[in-house]
């Protein structure tokens, strides 16, 4: 029981750094400026929803795609391992991170798919960091790591309909601090996921 409950806090945590609630305020404010509160609602929801969808897919599906194009666990790991960590170290630098793309559209609600479901809530970044965790998981590892991202959607979704009164009560200034530190965890993951993909296809 103790390991499945490390397990879930390490997915979450994951989860939690590249797709952090905060950090995606400003990104969710930009883009539905035009929009009233019940439109903000409801793109909320077509996003956080769609972001989840998407990323489940990759959940239950990685296996699959790792044989179908004879893909292995240690390049992905190093792949995505310095994926993730240019991620995290763009953020640091406070630079726009050129994966999520983010720009200014007109409003209409198809925001809700692009680009807010993809690339900024289900980018390649959380893709990778998804799919890195149940490349050799049990069907239970893959159950809490749907269970986590769900949460972290629902914290995004709750995050986005009180954005102008977080925006308010943090502080802008706050908000990119919240951004670096979340930018430092990221990078550090980064890390971590390239050390263990260089172990595995060194030392096995």
């Known amino acids: 029981m103790e390991n499945i409950w490390l397990y879930a806090i390490g997915a979450f945590t994951a989860f939690?750094?590249?797709?952090?609630?905060?950090?995606?305020?400003?990104?969710?404010?930009?883009?539905?400026?035009?929009?009233?509160?019940?439109?903000?609602?409801?793109i909320s929801k077509k996003a956080t929803f769609t972001a989840f969808v998407i990323v489940t897919g990759f959940v239950l599906l990685g296996k699959y795609i790792f044989q179908l194009f004879g893909l292995t666990i240690p390049a992905f790991k190093i792949t995505g391992g310095i994926l993730v960590f240019f991620v995290g170290f763009e953020m640091i630098r406070a630079q726009q991170s050129s994966i999520d793309?983010?720009?200014?559209v007109d409003f209409n609600e198809g925001i809700?798919?692009?680009?807010?479901?993809?690339?900024?809530?289900?980018?390649?970044?959380?893709?990778?960091?998804?799919v890195n965790y149940?490349?050799?998981?049990?069907?239970?590892?893959m159950g809490i790591i749907v269970a986590m991202f769900a949460l972290i959607?629902?914290?995004?979704?709750?995050?986005f309909i009180s954005s102008e009164y977080l925006v308010r009560f943090i502080g802008q200034n706050k908000i990119i601090v919240i951004e670096k530190i979340m930018g430092l965890i990221i990078a550090i993951i980064g890390t971590n996921m390239l050390i263990e993909g260089v172990k595995l296809a060194f030392y096995e």
């Open 16 to 42: 939690f750094a590249i797709n952090n609630p905060i950090g995606n305020i400003p990104i969710f404010l930009s883009l539905t400026k035009q929009a009233d509160g019940k439109r903000k609602r409801f």
């Open 101 to 104: 793309n983010q720009t200014e």
């Open 112 to 130: 809700s798919i692009s680009p807010l479901a993809i690339p900024i809530l289900a980018g390649p970044g959380t893709i990778v960091t998804a």
């Open 134 to 141: 149940t490349t050799t998981a049990s069907y239970m590892d």
């Open 153 to 159: 959607m629902f914290l995004n979704h709750l995050a």
